[in-house]
């Protein structure tokens, strides 16, 4: 980080400098001077933009497999068609404004995509596969295909990925085709019923999708650690939650996966709201692992606003530094998904946006109560 640095942009938002000799400055026309810190545009890592119509629809606190069985509930009783998208038109513009420059989003639909390409921010879709009942294997596979096909056809970044190890017919798994260079996401160790379910094939998770289909049969967790270390060899993995992740799966997954490849990505607020509880950030950082944040979607997050997530993190891990947790923010998520050379820092000739951190703890390097992003350009 710079102290009293200059930064100088272009009128089309491009990189021109960055310098740290402020304070021997010339009069510069236009020089405006602000007190904080003046980070990248932020990067979401997670998120579900077409569920923004969800907030406040499941209750806080039922667990995994609780909130899992509402979902499902909502999406098959309509309530989500017809809230319709103008939730998500607005939180997009939310985001936007309070400095998140990009957005790796989430989808079971194409209904974002009029939203996503007239957006000022940049966003990558994960076209999200589940289903536990072998005969709807191949309809789902063609049906997120198409889907593809859609974004693509519209310009924008996608790819298909399965929500989680769980939920996913051994027919289904094994369809899933890999691509080379290409960015997967997956739901991963998001509570205790999850880890229980996929280490043990026991628990109130198993008995929720075996309620789903008789005929499930969960494909081995040795076969899914070896698909994911398949991604790793030549794509990016983004790992979300994280929430029941200890020093035995990460040792599992750092001795089969590439690591450099591997995101672990923290939703901390969403976490406390469906299972209270947050992941052993103190492990993570200890293992060297890539650490990056997402907000999740609105129907597990009572708020808009990325700062919360990093105010939460640090009320539990009092030793993490502003710094750290921008950098997760910023130039780590940038690598996730393939960008660094556009955004997440300040490389001369790109256009990664301008923020600025204020009401900062500047002699400590710590966020305070009234700490809050804002766009400057
Ligand atoms: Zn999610």
């Known amino acids: 980080m710079l102290q009293n640095a200059i930064l100088e942009v272009g009128d089309d938002g491009r990189i021109v400098s960055l310098t740290s000799d402020a304070l021997n400055t010339r009069e510069v026309n236009s020089l405006q001077m602000h007190s904080g810190i003046i980070l990248p545009g932020l990067i979401n890592m997670h998120q579900h933009l077409e569920l923004a119509a969800l907030q406040g629809a499941i209750p806080q606190g039922i667990g995994l497999p609780g909130f899992i069985k509402e979902m499902a509930d909502l999406r098959s009783s309509g309530t989500l068609?017809?809230?319709?998208?103008?939730?998500?038109?607005?939180?997009?513009?939310?985001?936007?404004?309070?400095?998140?420059?990009?957005?790796?989003?989430?989808?079971?639909?194409?209904?974002?995509?009029?939203?996503?390409?007239?957006?000022?921010?940049?966003?990558?879709?994960?076209?999200?596969?589940?289903?536990?009942?072998?005969?709807?294997?191949?309809?789902?596979?063609?049906?997120?295909?198409?889907?593809?096909?859609?974004?693509?056809?519209?310009?924008?970044?996608?790819?298909?990925?399965?929500h989680s190890l769980y939920a996913l017919s051994q027919l289904l798994f094994n369809k899933l085709q890999l691509k080379p260079e290409a960015l997967y996401s997956i739901h991963f160790m998001e509570s205790m019923h999850e880890k229980e379910w996929l280490q043990e094939g026991s628990g109130e998770l198993g008995t929720l999708l075996q309620e789903k289909s008789k005929m499930f049969s969960q494909p081995k967790f040795h076969d899914l650690i070896s698909w994911l270390r398949d991604i790793t060899k030549a794509s990016r993995l983004v790992m979300v939650h994280n929430t029941c992740v200890d020093r035995e799966i990460v040792e599992l997954l750092f001795n089969n996966l590439n690591r450099q490849e591997v995101y672990f990505c923290l939703c901390p607020q969403s976490n406390m709201y469906i299972e209270n509880t947050l992941p052993d950030i103190e492990l993570l950082r200890k293992s060297g692992a890539n650490i990056v944040i997402g907000t999740d979607s609105l129907a597990s997050n009572?708020?808009?606003?990325?700062?919360?997530?990093?105010?939460?993190?640090?009320?539990?891990?009092?030793?993490?530094?502003?710094?750290?947790?921008?950098?997760?923010?910023?130039?780590?998520?940038?690598?996730?998904?393939?960008?660094?050379?556009?955004?997440?820092?300040?490389?001369?000739?790109?256009?990664?946006?301008?923020?600025?951190?204020?009401?900062?703890?500047?002699?400590?390097?710590?966020?305070?109560?009234?700490?809050?992003?804002?766009?400057?350009l």
């Open 81 to 162: 068609h017809d809230a319709g998208l103008e939730k998500s038109r607005a939180l997009d513009a939310i985001m936007y404004g309070q400095g998140i420059q990009a957005v790796l989003d989430i989808s079971n639909t194409v209904d974002t995509i009029e939203i996503k390409k007239t957006s000022q921010i940049y966003y990558h879709t994960m076209l999200e596969i589940f289903g536990v009942r072998p005969v709807d294997a191949s309809t789902i596979w063609s049906s997120a295909q198409q889907m593809l096909t859609c974004f693509s056809q519209s310009g924008l970044a996608a790819g298909i990925s399965p």
């Open 302 to 376: 009572s708020s808009t606003y990325f700062i919360d997530e990093l105010k939460l993190l640090q009320r539990f891990n009092s030793n993490l530094s502003v710094v750290e947790i921008l950098t997760w923010s910023t130039s780590n998520a940038a690598r996730a998904l393939g960008l660094s050379h556009l955004l997440g820092s300040f490389v001369p000739n790109s256009k990664p946006g301008v923020v600025l951190l204020e009401n900062i703890n500047l002699a400590e390097m710590k966020l305070t109560n009234e700490s809050r992003f804002r766009r400057l």
